[in-house]
Nanobody
């Protein structure tokens, strides 16, 4: 069956770093654009980053620009989200989402979603 699993979340101190992973089974991730979204309590889900399949183009939301890197490891069938200089406002559940080939700004354009991984930034 098709499975998408996010991992790497946890508790991190402000200013710290972490790497989130999005791993797939049942199909090959390199055929898809992979988006990262996050949702904090009481807030709408927002886009964080995306990497396309066709040309490897990357995109970053304004809230994380300059301190976030998205990358793809096709051999491991995994996409990573490296975040640094973390702030308490980065606290959220982070979701990995897939759509065909190209990145899209609207979360409703993504067809497959993982269950999310909790990131908590606190002292």
């Amino acid at each position: 069956q098709v499975q998408i699993v996010e991992s790497g979340g946890g508790l991190v101190q402000p200013g710290g770093s972490l790497r989130l992973s999005c791993a797939a089974s049942g199909f090959t991730l390199d055929y898809y654009a992979i988006g990262w979204f996050r949702q904090a309590p009481g807030k709408e889900r927002e886009g964080v980053s995306c990497i396309s399949s066709s040309d490897g183009s990357t995109y970053y939301g304004d809230s994380v620009s300059g301190r976030t890197t998205i990358s793809r490891d096709n051999a491991k069938n995994t996409v990573y989200l490296q975040m640094s200089s973390l702030k308490p406002e980065d606290t959220a559940v982070y979701y990995c989402a897939l759509r065909e080939r190209l990145c899209a700004p609207d979360l409703y354009e993504y067809d497959y979603w993982g269950q999310g991984t909790q990131v908590t930034v606190s002292s």
